[in-house]
């Protein structure tokens, strides 16, 4: 074991704060990271204040962050895909099983044995996993990412949650090339929706509360903005579109949204809102359309949608900060006040 510089927090309510945490040796899978950015996602803040503490309790204290960036300082001597001085990023796994009818169809992000990247049991030195908030990390080379050299690292962290969680429904939906994509909400996950659906050459129409945020959307790539409280404005593109990703976890009305589909039209939930959705059957019945979830992304396909964002030149919308900033980012990022994600420099955390 070694010691590494983090940031943690203590319990529910502390701020997030300095710490020394132990990161095991490299194994000889294992390949250790120097971390570079580190994204902040939403399921940050959540697992700091214990709200999801029904399905997953936090154990304390808790280092988070999964859109992790770095390079590689060292690896164990099995390891062949990397090597030292490597540009590799670590989302939101570090483990599966790699023997479940899951794992074997590429989808470690539904393995019943996954370990995620921050508060799941470690299997190597017991305790907790610790996330991102850290000066380096060890993971299993399986679960490494190789990155474009091509792109901004503060904007590619968040590739690695919000990109992968938005580019994986896209994929499944199938060719949407030309086809009428709806993206619901404008904020870290539904600005990677519309760069995704723009790159494969979808027409694009984003859907937010907000009137002050059509310009923005637009400059994303949409094509029309819809402001969902004008009835008029929904009206126009009723039974018309053939895919709607949904990045809202605020509750919502869902039905309003299936009722612009087209037959067998979808709409893919990414959103993790707490409460239960009222879904009117008739919403379905007519159109015969479906409604989904989806969580990020297999390995190979976060690959896949790493290398496909270093040919179309695609990073988050980032905000840059150093770690001493996080507990106002966090703040910040509950009022919306981020275009689109906050990405920590980690070089500040030398400074602690
Ligand atoms: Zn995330
Ligand atoms: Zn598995």
């Known amino acids: 074991m070694y010691n590494a510089t983090a940031y943690s927090a203590a319990s529910a309510t502390s701020p997030l704060a300095p710490t020394t945490i132990a990161r095991r040796e490299p194994t000889e899978r294992d390949v250790q990271i120097e971390i570079l950015y580190c994204g902040i996602c939403h399921s940050d803040v959540h697992h700091v204040r214990d709200e999801w ?7 304390y204290p808790i280092v988070p962050g999964h859109e992790i960036v770095g390079r590689v300082t060292k690896v164990g001597s099995a390891v062949s895909q990397y090597k030292t001085g490597d540009l590799v990023g670590v989302g939101c796994l570090v483990d599966s099983d790699l023997s479940c009818s899951a794992c074997q169809d590429d989808l470690e992000q539904l393995c019943p044995n996954q370990t995620l990247t921050f508060n799941a049991p470690d299997k190597h030195l017991g305790g907790v996993t610790y996330g991102g908030y850290s000066e380096s990390i060890v993971v299993d080379e399986h679960f490494v990412l190789r990155l474009p050299d091509t792109l901004d690292l503060a904007g590619v962290a968040p590739l690695l949650c919000a990109g992968i969680t938005t580019y994986s429904p896209i994929r499944r939906w199938g060719d949407i090339t030309g086809k009428k994509v709806g993206v619901v909400g404008l904020g870290g996950l539904g600005h990677m929706g519309v760069k995704f659906a723009k790159a494969f050459g979808a027409d694009v129409v984003v859907f937010t509360t907000s009137p002050g945020k059509k310009d923005a959307a637009r400059a994303l790539g949409a094509d029309d903005v819809v402001v969902s409280r004008n009835a008029d404005e929904m009206e126009k593109h009723a039974g018309s579109l053939d895919f709607i990703l949904d990045t809202v976890s605020a509750p919502h009305d869902i039905n309003v949204y299936l009722n612009l589909l087209r037959h067998d039209g979808n709409l893919t939930l990414v959103g993790a809102g707490e409460k ?3 879904v009117s059957p008739f919403s379905l019945l007519f159109g015969r359309r479906t409604l989904s979830g989806s969580i990020i992304g297999g390995i190979a396909e976060t690959q896949e949608m790493l290398d496909f964002c270093g040919t179309h030149n695609i990073t988050a919308d980032v905000e840059v900060i150093p770690i001493q900033k996080v507990n106002a980012a966090y703040e910040r990022m509950l009022k ?8 920590i420099d980690m070089a500040s955390l030398k400074s602690e």
């Open 53 to 59: 503490k029904d399905t997953m309790p936090t154990v």
């Open 276 to 278: 239960p959705l009222e």
């Open 336 to 343: 919306s006040d981020v275009k689109y994600r906050f990405s």
